[in-house]
T-cell receptor, first 112, second 110 residues
Framework: EAQVTQNPRYLITVTGKKLTVTCSQN?????MSWYRQDPGLGLRQIYY???????DKGDVPEGYKVSRKEKRNFPLILESPSPNQTSLYFC???????????FGPGTRLTVL | GENVEQHPSTLSVQEGDSAVIKCTYS??????FPWYKQELGKRPQLIID???NVGEKKDQRIAVTLNKTAKHFSLHITETQPEDSAVYFC?????????WGAGTKLIIKP
């Protein structure tokens, strides 16, 4: 079954404690991206990756890091989380940037 | 860079009536315009998309129209049903990204 998986699905943490949200896809997609979703603001792209070892900043990259060492995985790293990073995060993948994006189930992050 | 504006932010229609959601974009180089539906607590899912070489596309009760000259595109849902209640997002591609509208909450009144 074609899918994008994210872990964890829910996370409550404290300010400054490093965390990683994993994302994995099994469709051999080249393009992967991370979004955050906040009420009234739609989906805002954090980082995207065109292929292995190729990543670039989206619209709201501050406070986040990513890596793309393998085609299937695209983890999102928060080195020092802050309360303004409390949000719903989605990972997505597609063949290209201008194609059907499969979304993961989402990760709800709360930073206290 | 691209800016995508979506209207209205909330739309309430009677069951059986039609609903229209409109988006405008700024980047004349944009070529791909998808529409996603997000039900409460779930992930966004693609419902229809259109590319710039096409003016209209239909899939059963859903249609999308694109006017490249005016830089706007619209989602049309006919014969609305309760299961159409959701938040709908438009997007446009620009510089290897999808830029998203802020969303429209569609409410179907029984």
């Amino acid at each position: 079954e074609a899918q994008v998986t994210q872990n964890p699905r829910y996370l409550i943490t404290v300010t400054g404690k490093k965390l990683t949200v994993t994302c994995s896809q099994n469709m051999n997609h080249e393009y992967m991206s991370w979004y955050r979703q906040d009420p009234g603001l739609g989906l805002r792209q954090i980082y995207y990756s065109m292929n292995v070892e190729v990543t670039d900043k989206g619209d709201v990259p501050e406070g986040y890091k990513v890596s793309r060492k393998e085609k299937r995985n695209f983890p999102l790293i928060l080195e020092s989380p802050s309360p303004n990073q409390t949000s719903l995060y989605f990972c997505a993948s597609s063949l290209t940037h201008s194609g059907f994006q499969f979304f993961g189930p989402g990760t709800r992050l709360t930073v206290l | 860079g691209e800016n995508v504006e979506q209207h209205p932010s909330t739309l309430s229609v009677q069951e059986g009536d039609s609903a229209v959601i409109k988006c405008t974009y700024s980047d004349s180089a944009s070529n791909y315009f998808p529409w996603y539906k997000q039900e409460l607590g779930k992930r966004p899912q693609l419902i229809i998309d259109i590319r710039s070489n096409v003016g209209e596309k239909k899939d059963q009760r859903i249609a999308v129209t694109l006017n490249k000259t005016a830089k706007h595109f619209s989602l049309h849902i006919t014969e609305t049903q309760p299961e159409d209640s959701a938040v709908y997002f438009c997007a446009g591609d620009s510089n290897y990204q999808l830029i998203w509208g802020a969303g429209t909450k569609l409410i179907i009144k029984p």
